[in-house]
């Protein structure tokens, strides 16, 4: 299993930067892909970026230029760097783990509020 917990959330203004991190309860190396995802009222959860197999990196067109994904894998951390925030980036961020065997796990979610 793995147990992730998300933490960075908060309220900023439009134009603002946040910094969420994800810690994960084991190795990133054992772990296929990690994901971020947001969902806002009332729409479904979307992918905001992911990193699979530690390489390769695919962001939500919405979030791209604006969105970094990272990983420490000597702390078994991701974060999202969130830059140029928009009052439309509001939602819960929820990190996803997928493992080898390809078995999904998510944290608690975080709330990032934009607005002015």
């Not at 147990?3 to 603002?16: H, M, R, T």
């Not at 810690?23 to 947001?38: E, K, L, P, T």
């Not at 974060?79 to 929820?94: F, G, H, I, R």
């Amino acid at each position: 299993q793995v147990q992730l917990v998300e933490s960075g959330g908060g309220l900023v203004q439009p134009g603002g930067s946040l910094r969420l991190s994800c810690a994960a309860s084991r190795s990133i190396f054992s772990i296929n892909s990690m994901g971020w995802y947001r969902q806002a009222p009332g729409k479904q959860r979307e992918l905001v970026a992911s990193i699979t197999k530690g390489i390769s990196t695919n962001y939500n067109d919405s979030v791209k230029g604006r969105f970094t994904m990272s990983s420490d894998n000597a702390k078994n951390m991701v974060y999202l760097q969130m830059n140029s925030l928009k009052p439309e980036d509001t939602a819960v961020y929820y990190c996803r783990a997928q493992t080898w065997d390809l078995t999904y796990y998510w944290g608690q979610g975080t709330q990032v509020t934009v607005s002015s």
